[in-house]
Protein backbone atom coordinates (compact mmCIF):
# COMPACT_ATOMS: atom_id res chain seq x y z
CA UNK A 1 0.00 0.00 0.00
CA UNK A 2 0.91 3.30 -0.91
CA UNK A 3 -0.21 6.85 0.05
CA UNK A 4 0.56 9.82 -1.25
CA UNK A 5 -0.51 13.61 -1.23
CA UNK A 6 -2.08 14.83 -4.14
CA UNK A 7 -0.13 17.56 -6.46
CA UNK A 8 -3.16 18.51 -8.39
CA UNK A 9 -2.48 20.17 -11.81
CA UNK A 10 -5.76 21.35 -12.86
CA UNK A 11 -9.29 20.98 -12.24
CA UNK A 12 -12.51 20.87 -13.90
CA UNK A 13 -16.38 20.42 -14.10
CA UNK A 14 -18.04 18.56 -16.92
CA UNK A 15 -21.57 17.71 -18.07
CA UNK A 16 -23.14 14.88 -20.41
CA UNK A 17 -26.82 16.34 -20.54
CA UNK A 18 -29.59 14.35 -19.02
CA UNK A 19 -28.67 11.22 -17.89
CA UNK A 20 -31.60 9.84 -17.74
CA UNK A 21 -32.32 9.88 -21.26
CA UNK A 22 -31.36 6.37 -22.89
CA UNK A 23 -32.34 6.99 -26.48
CA UNK A 24 -28.12 7.84 -27.07
CA UNK A 25 -27.40 4.30 -27.26
CA UNK A 26 -23.80 4.55 -28.25
CA UNK A 27 -22.88 6.43 -25.02
CA UNK A 28 -19.33 4.87 -23.82
CA UNK A 29 -19.08 2.18 -21.17
CA UNK A 30 -17.95 2.71 -18.17
CA UNK A 31 -15.36 5.35 -16.28
CA UNK A 32 -12.42 5.15 -14.37
CA UNK A 33 -12.91 4.53 -11.00
CA UNK A 34 -11.43 6.25 -7.56
CA UNK A 35 -12.16 6.90 -3.94
CA UNK A 36 -11.61 9.57 -1.57
CA UNK A 37 -10.10 8.49 1.88
CA UNK A 38 -8.05 7.56 4.26
CA UNK A 39 -7.35 3.93 5.08
CA UNK A 40 -5.73 0.99 3.49
CA UNK A 41 -5.81 0.19 -0.51
CA UNK A 42 -7.20 -3.08 -1.86
CA UNK A 43 -4.89 -5.90 -1.59
CA UNK A 44 -4.70 -8.43 -4.57
CA UNK A 45 -7.95 -10.75 -5.34
CA UNK A 46 -10.64 -11.21 -8.23
CA UNK A 47 -13.20 -9.41 -6.36
CA UNK A 48 -11.07 -6.58 -5.70
CA UNK A 49 -11.94 -3.94 -8.76
CA UNK A 50 -10.47 -0.08 -7.81
CA UNK A 51 -6.69 -0.51 -6.73
CA UNK A 52 -6.80 3.39 -5.65
CA UNK A 53 -8.51 5.80 -3.21
CA UNK A 54 -8.44 9.62 -2.62
CA UNK A 55 -8.56 10.58 0.96
CA UNK A 56 -9.75 13.69 2.11
CA UNK A 57 -8.99 14.80 5.59
CA UNK A 58 -10.68 15.62 8.47
CA UNK A 59 -11.29 19.25 8.38
CA UNK A 60 -10.20 21.38 11.92
CA UNK A 61 -11.38 24.66 12.91
CA UNK A 62 -9.82 27.38 10.46
CA UNK A 63 -8.00 25.11 7.72
CA UNK A 64 -8.11 26.52 4.95
CA UNK A 65 -7.45 25.31 1.00
CA UNK A 66 -4.52 23.90 -0.93
CA UNK A 67 -2.15 26.35 -1.81
CA UNK A 68 -2.01 27.00 -4.93
CA UNK A 69 -0.19 24.29 -7.29
CA UNK A 70 0.80 23.75 -10.56
CA UNK A 71 -0.79 26.14 -13.48
CA UNK A 72 -4.27 24.70 -14.77
CA UNK A 73 -3.23 22.55 -17.84
CA UNK A 74 -5.91 20.66 -20.15
CA UNK A 75 -6.31 16.79 -20.88
CA UNK A 76 -5.77 15.91 -24.64
CA UNK A 77 -4.19 19.99 -25.04
CA UNK A 78 -0.93 21.63 -25.81
CA UNK A 79 -1.14 22.34 -21.85
CA UNK A 80 -2.37 19.22 -20.63
CA UNK A 81 0.76 16.67 -22.62
CA UNK A 82 3.85 18.83 -21.54
CA UNK A 83 6.78 18.64 -24.32
CA UNK A 84 9.93 18.62 -23.52
CA UNK A 85 12.34 19.47 -26.18
CA UNK A 86 14.74 16.51 -26.00
CA UNK A 87 15.61 13.81 -23.40
CA UNK A 88 18.15 13.74 -20.94
CA UNK A 89 20.10 11.00 -22.38
CA UNK A 90 19.99 12.57 -26.24
CA UNK A 91 21.42 15.44 -24.06
CA UNK A 92 24.35 13.70 -22.94
CA UNK A 93 24.45 11.83 -25.72
CA UNK A 94 25.23 15.24 -27.71
CA UNK A 95 27.73 16.39 -25.23
CA UNK A 96 29.69 13.35 -25.35
CA UNK A 97 29.86 12.56 -29.85
CA UNK A 98 29.31 16.50 -30.64
CA UNK A 99 28.84 15.64 -34.01
CA UNK A 100 26.32 17.36 -36.23
CA UNK A 101 24.62 14.07 -36.69
CA UNK A 102 23.61 13.66 -33.04
CA UNK A 103 22.36 17.13 -32.72
CA UNK A 104 20.20 16.67 -35.97
CA UNK A 105 18.41 13.56 -34.42
CA UNK A 106 18.13 15.08 -31.13
CA UNK A 107 16.41 18.46 -32.82
CA UNK A 108 14.16 16.00 -34.19
CA UNK A 109 13.08 14.43 -31.53
CA UNK A 110 9.29 14.78 -30.24
CA UNK A 111 8.35 13.78 -26.41
CA UNK A 112 5.30 14.80 -24.63
CA UNK A 113 4.11 14.14 -21.42
CA UNK A 114 0.45 13.66 -20.06
CA UNK A 115 -0.64 13.28 -16.03
CA UNK A 116 -2.47 10.60 -14.31
CA UNK A 117 -6.37 11.97 -13.33
CA UNK A 118 -8.84 11.72 -10.64
CA UNK A 119 -12.38 11.30 -10.85
CA UNK A 120 -13.58 13.64 -8.00
CA UNK A 121 -17.11 13.63 -8.12
CA UNK A 122 -19.90 12.26 -10.08
CA UNK A 123 -17.69 9.27 -11.84
CA UNK A 124 -19.06 7.15 -13.10
CA UNK A 125 -22.27 9.32 -14.59
CA UNK A 126 -19.58 10.96 -17.39
CA UNK A 127 -20.56 7.30 -19.28
CA UNK A 128 -24.13 7.82 -18.89
CA UNK A 129 -24.44 11.66 -20.13
CA UNK A 130 -24.01 12.93 -16.59
CA UNK A 131 -21.47 15.23 -14.66
CA UNK A 132 -18.15 14.61 -13.01
CA UNK A 133 -15.32 17.31 -11.72
CA UNK A 134 -11.96 15.69 -12.44
CA UNK A 135 -8.74 16.77 -11.88
CA UNK A 136 -4.79 15.61 -13.47
CA UNK A 137 -2.26 14.57 -10.73
CA UNK A 138 1.31 15.64 -10.95
CA UNK A 139 2.51 12.61 -9.14
CA UNK A 140 2.00 10.85 -12.15
CA UNK A 141 2.61 10.92 -15.93
CA UNK A 142 3.64 9.07 -18.93
CA UNK A 143 5.89 10.34 -21.26
CA UNK A 144 6.03 9.16 -25.21
CA UNK A 145 8.83 9.86 -27.62
CA UNK A 146 8.66 10.13 -31.22
CA UNK A 147 12.21 9.46 -33.56
CA UNK A 148 11.74 9.83 -37.58
CA UNK A 149 12.84 6.77 -38.91
CA UNK A 150 13.26 5.05 -42.07
CA UNK A 151 10.64 2.17 -40.62
CA UNK A 152 7.31 2.71 -38.62
CA UNK A 153 8.45 1.41 -35.39
CA UNK A 154 6.56 0.74 -32.08
CA UNK A 155 9.07 -0.30 -29.13
CA UNK A 156 7.93 -2.12 -27.06
CA UNK A 157 8.86 -1.18 -23.05
CA UNK A 158 11.08 -3.50 -21.77
CA UNK A 159 9.10 -3.72 -18.60
CA UNK A 160 5.43 -3.32 -19.21
CA UNK A 161 5.62 -5.06 -22.53
CA UNK A 162 8.27 -8.16 -21.31
CA UNK A 163 8.20 -11.04 -23.63
CA UNK A 164 11.41 -12.80 -22.60
CA UNK A 165 11.41 -15.07 -18.96
CA UNK A 166 13.57 -16.75 -17.04
CA UNK A 167 10.96 -19.74 -16.63
CA UNK A 168 7.48 -20.65 -17.16
CA UNK A 169 6.99 -19.87 -13.25
CA UNK A 170 8.04 -16.67 -14.18
CA UNK A 171 6.06 -16.03 -17.07
CA UNK A 172 2.84 -17.16 -15.18
CA UNK A 173 3.62 -15.12 -12.38
CA UNK A 174 4.25 -11.84 -14.55
CA UNK A 175 0.87 -12.44 -15.61
CA UNK A 176 -0.64 -12.97 -12.53
CA UNK A 177 0.62 -9.54 -11.50
CA UNK A 178 0.74 -7.41 -14.57
CA UNK A 179 -1.87 -8.89 -16.78
CA UNK A 180 -1.78 -9.78 -19.98
CA UNK A 181 -1.55 -6.11 -21.88
CA UNK A 182 1.63 -3.91 -22.12
CA UNK A 183 1.37 -0.06 -23.74
CA UNK A 184 2.55 -1.39 -27.21
CA UNK A 185 -1.56 -1.80 -27.69
CA UNK A 186 -2.18 1.32 -27.24
CA UNK A 187 0.24 3.08 -29.48
CA UNK A 188 -0.68 1.49 -32.16
CA UNK A 189 -4.51 1.80 -31.68
CA UNK A 190 -4.13 5.66 -31.34
CA UNK A 191 -2.07 5.86 -34.40
CA UNK A 192 -4.79 3.85 -36.30
CA UNK A 193 -7.37 6.46 -35.22
CA UNK A 194 -5.47 9.07 -35.78
CA UNK A 195 -4.56 7.89 -39.47
CA UNK A 196 -8.60 7.03 -40.14
CA UNK A 197 -9.50 10.14 -38.49
CA UNK A 198 -7.08 12.51 -40.98
CA UNK A 199 -8.44 10.52 -44.00
CA UNK A 200 -12.28 11.35 -43.10
CA UNK A 201 -11.80 14.74 -42.93
CA UNK A 202 -9.31 15.23 -45.95
CA UNK A 203 -6.21 16.23 -43.95
CA UNK A 204 -2.87 15.36 -46.06
CA UNK A 205 -0.23 13.72 -44.11
CA UNK A 206 3.30 14.00 -44.91
CA UNK A 207 4.68 10.70 -45.95
CA UNK A 208 7.04 9.77 -43.19
CA UNK A 209 7.69 7.08 -40.55
CA UNK A 210 8.80 7.57 -37.49
CA UNK A 211 9.83 5.21 -34.10
CA UNK A 212 7.66 4.87 -30.73
CA UNK A 213 8.47 4.48 -27.58
CA UNK A 214 7.12 5.39 -24.11
CA UNK A 215 7.51 5.34 -20.44
CA UNK A 216 4.76 5.29 -17.18
CA UNK A 217 5.34 5.58 -13.39
CA UNK A 218 1.46 5.73 -13.52
CA UNK A 219 0.59 2.86 -10.95
CA UNK A 220 -1.68 0.36 -13.29
CA UNK A 221 -5.07 -0.92 -12.59
CA UNK A 222 -5.54 1.72 -10.27
CA UNK A 223 -8.43 4.00 -11.44
CA UNK A 224 -5.80 6.67 -12.65
CA UNK A 225 -6.04 7.09 -16.14
CA UNK A 226 -2.54 5.26 -17.33
CA UNK A 227 -3.83 4.15 -20.51
CA UNK A 228 -5.47 6.99 -21.09
CA UNK A 229 -2.58 9.29 -20.77
CA UNK A 230 0.01 6.97 -22.93
CA UNK A 231 -2.75 7.39 -25.46
CA UNK A 232 -2.98 11.09 -25.26
CA UNK A 233 0.94 11.60 -25.08
CA UNK A 234 0.73 9.59 -28.12
CA UNK A 235 -1.71 11.54 -29.86
CA UNK A 236 0.10 14.51 -29.13
CA UNK A 237 3.63 13.55 -30.99
CA UNK A 238 1.46 12.87 -33.91
CA UNK A 239 -0.19 15.53 -34.38
CA UNK A 240 3.33 17.67 -33.99
CA UNK A 241 5.31 15.26 -36.24
CA UNK A 242 2.98 15.51 -38.80
CA UNK A 243 2.47 19.62 -38.22
CA UNK A 244 -1.40 18.98 -37.96
CA UNK A 245 -2.59 20.56 -34.20
CA UNK A 246 -4.22 23.32 -36.08
CA UNK A 247 -6.27 21.34 -38.28
CA UNK A 248 -7.80 18.51 -35.35
CA UNK A 249 -9.49 20.81 -32.56
CA UNK A 250 -8.71 20.30 -29.18
CA UNK A 251 -12.02 19.58 -28.51
CA UNK A 252 -11.92 16.53 -31.16
CA UNK A 253 -9.21 14.99 -29.29
CA UNK A 254 -10.69 13.37 -26.43
CA UNK A 255 -12.85 11.46 -28.36
CA UNK A 256 -9.67 10.21 -30.51
CA UNK A 257 -8.34 8.87 -27.31
CA UNK A 258 -11.52 7.24 -26.09
CA UNK A 259 -11.88 5.93 -29.69
CA UNK A 260 -8.57 4.01 -29.77
CA UNK A 261 -9.05 2.82 -26.03
CA UNK A 262 -12.78 1.69 -27.07
CA UNK A 263 -11.15 -0.47 -30.13
CA UNK A 264 -9.23 -2.28 -27.08
CA UNK A 265 -12.13 -2.53 -25.17
CA UNK A 266 -11.26 -0.59 -22.70
CA UNK A 267 -14.29 0.71 -20.57
CA UNK A 268 -13.81 4.26 -20.22
CA UNK A 269 -15.53 7.44 -19.69
CA UNK A 270 -14.27 11.03 -21.82
CA UNK A 271 -13.41 12.26 -18.21
CA UNK A 272 -10.03 10.83 -18.03
CA UNK A 273 -9.29 12.18 -21.51
CA UNK A 274 -10.80 15.67 -20.52
CA UNK A 275 -12.06 17.87 -17.75
CA UNK A 276 -15.02 19.18 -19.91
CA UNK A 277 -18.97 19.68 -19.60
CA UNK A 278 -21.03 17.23 -22.07
CA UNK A 279 -24.73 18.35 -23.07
CA UNK A 280 -26.24 15.75 -24.83
CA UNK A 281 -27.61 18.23 -27.61
CA UNK A 282 -23.85 19.72 -28.40
CA UNK A 283 -22.31 15.93 -27.92
CA UNK A 284 -25.24 14.49 -30.62
CA UNK A 285 -24.11 17.45 -33.28
CA UNK A 286 -20.67 17.54 -32.54
CA UNK A 287 -18.97 14.30 -30.98
CA UNK A 288 -17.75 16.55 -28.08
CA UNK A 289 -18.56 18.30 -24.87
CA UNK A 290 -17.95 21.89 -23.90
CA UNK A 291 -14.78 21.99 -21.29
CA UNK A 292 -14.87 24.01 -17.94
CA UNK A 293 -12.15 24.33 -15.78
CA UNK A 294 -11.79 25.62 -12.74
CA UNK A 295 -9.16 26.99 -10.16
CA UNK A 296 -7.11 23.93 -8.84
CA UNK A 297 -6.40 25.96 -5.57
CA UNK A 298 -10.05 25.33 -4.49
CA UNK A 299 -9.34 21.75 -3.98
CA UNK A 300 -8.92 21.27 0.60
CA UNK A 301 -5.99 18.50 1.10
CA UNK A 302 -6.00 15.50 -0.90
CA UNK A 303 -4.55 11.77 -0.41
CA UNK A 304 -3.98 9.16 -2.57
CA UNK A 305 -3.77 5.20 -1.75
CA UNK A 306 -3.10 2.69 -3.97
CA UNK A 307 -2.15 -0.94 -3.93
CA UNK A 308 1.40 -1.44 -5.94
CA UNK A 309 0.58 -4.71 -7.32
CA UNK A 310 -3.03 -4.69 -8.05
CA UNK A 311 -4.39 -8.59 -9.65
CA UNK A 312 -5.47 -8.36 -13.26
CA UNK A 313 -8.41 -10.82 -12.51
CA UNK A 314 -9.77 -8.38 -10.23
CA UNK A 315 -9.60 -5.98 -13.46
CA UNK A 316 -11.43 -8.53 -15.46
CA UNK A 317 -14.27 -8.96 -13.03
CA UNK A 318 -14.95 -5.45 -12.61
CA UNK A 319 -15.08 -4.89 -16.59
CA UNK A 320 -18.35 -7.65 -16.32
CA UNK A 321 -19.54 -5.56 -13.95
CA UNK A 322 -19.47 -2.47 -15.34
CA UNK A 323 -20.59 -3.57 -18.71
CA UNK A 324 -23.77 -5.38 -16.72
CA UNK A 325 -24.69 -2.23 -14.83
CA UNK A 326 -24.46 -0.16 -18.70
CA UNK A 327 -27.01 -2.20 -20.47
CA UNK A 328 -28.79 -2.56 -17.36
CA UNK A 329 -29.06 1.33 -18.23
CA UNK A 330 -29.29 0.93 -22.08
CA UNK A 331 -32.60 -1.41 -20.95
CA UNK A 332 -34.10 1.45 -19.50
CA UNK A 333 -33.90 -0.02 -16.11
CA UNK A 334 -35.49 2.90 -13.52
CA UNK A 335 -33.05 2.40 -10.65
CA UNK A 336 -29.35 2.19 -12.37
CA UNK A 337 -31.08 5.06 -14.23
CA UNK A 338 -32.26 7.27 -11.46
CA UNK A 339 -29.10 6.64 -9.55
CA UNK A 340 -26.80 7.56 -12.01
CA UNK A 341 -28.97 10.98 -12.26
CA UNK A 342 -28.11 11.76 -8.69
CA UNK A 343 -24.65 11.13 -8.86
CA UNK A 344 -24.38 13.41 -11.73
CA UNK A 345 -26.23 16.29 -9.44
CA UNK A 346 -23.41 15.40 -6.95
CA UNK A 347 -21.12 16.58 -9.22
CA UNK A 348 -23.12 19.58 -9.54
CA UNK A 349 -23.79 20.23 -5.55
CA UNK A 350 -19.40 19.49 -5.56
CA UNK A 351 -19.06 22.57 -8.37
CA UNK A 352 -20.81 25.08 -5.82
CA UNK A 353 -19.38 23.59 -2.62
CA UNK A 354 -15.37 24.04 -4.20
CA UNK A 355 -16.49 27.43 -5.35
CA UNK A 356 -17.85 28.26 -1.59
CA UNK A 357 -14.92 26.29 -0.19
CA UNK A 358 -17.11 24.40 1.79
CA UNK A 359 -15.52 21.15 2.57
CA UNK A 360 -17.78 19.79 5.14
CA UNK A 361 -20.46 19.79 2.05
CA UNK A 362 -17.54 18.63 0.03
CA UNK A 363 -16.81 15.36 2.09
CA UNK A 364 -20.92 14.73 2.51
CA UNK A 365 -21.12 14.31 -1.31
CA UNK A 366 -17.59 12.48 -1.90
CA UNK A 367 -19.18 9.61 0.41
CA UNK A 368 -22.55 9.71 -1.45
CA UNK A 369 -20.67 9.43 -4.69
CA UNK A 370 -19.55 6.03 -3.23
CA UNK A 371 -22.60 5.17 -1.85
CA UNK A 372 -24.28 5.27 -5.28
CA UNK A 373 -21.55 3.30 -6.73
CA UNK A 374 -21.94 0.89 -4.18
CA UNK A 375 -25.74 0.40 -4.57
CA UNK A 376 -25.41 -0.22 -8.33
CA UNK A 377 -22.33 -2.35 -8.81
CA UNK A 378 -22.95 -4.27 -5.51
CA UNK A 379 -20.19 -5.64 -3.00
CA UNK A 380 -19.12 -8.16 -4.69
CA UNK A 381 -17.85 -6.07 -7.46
CA UNK A 382 -16.34 -3.99 -5.22
CA UNK A 383 -14.38 -5.86 -3.03
CA UNK A 384 -14.55 -6.55 0.61
CA UNK A 385 -11.17 -4.90 1.42
CA UNK A 386 -11.99 -1.77 -0.63
CA UNK A 387 -15.02 -1.38 1.29
CA UNK A 388 -13.41 -1.74 4.39
CA UNK A 389 -10.82 0.74 3.79
CA UNK A 390 -14.06 2.97 2.75
CA UNK A 391 -15.21 2.06 6.36
CA UNK A 392 -12.13 3.04 7.80
CA UNK A 393 -11.32 5.97 6.51
CA UNK A 394 -15.37 7.30 7.41
CA UNK A 395 -13.83 6.04 10.95
CA UNK A 396 -11.50 8.42 11.77
CA UNK A 397 -13.44 11.67 9.97
CA UNK A 398 -12.27 11.13 6.41
CA UNK A 399 -14.50 10.90 3.37
CA UNK A 400 -13.13 8.51 0.58
CA UNK A 401 -14.28 7.52 -2.97
CA UNK A 402 -12.37 5.69 -5.59
CA UNK A 403 -10.63 7.78 -7.98
CA UNK A 404 -11.55 5.61 -11.29
CA UNK A 405 -12.13 2.35 -12.15
CA UNK A 406 -9.32 0.16 -11.17
CA UNK A 407 -7.60 0.30 -14.63
CA UNK A 408 -10.38 -0.77 -16.56
Not at 68 to 94: D, F, G, Y
Amino acid sequence: MVRADVSARSLNFFTVGECADVSMTSANSGSTQAEVALGPARARGPSCCPASFLALERLRAGQGALSPVWAMRWACSNKCSQPTRQRRSAELSNRKMGDHQAKSETASLIEHRAYARVGLLGNPSDVYFGRTISFSLGNFWATVCLQPSDDLVIQPHPIHDLVVFKSLDHLVNRLDSEGYYGGVRLLMAICKVFLDYCKENEIQLEARNFTLSYDTNIPRQTGLSGSSAIVCATLSCLLDFYKVRHLIKVEVRPGLVLSAEKQLGIVAGLQDRVAQEFDKEHVDTSGHGIYTPMDVSLLPPLHLVYAENPSDSGRLAFHFVHSTVRQRWLNGDEFIISSMTEVANIALEGRTALLEKDYTKLAALMNRNFDFRRSMFGDDALGALNIEMVEVARSVGAASKFTGSGGL
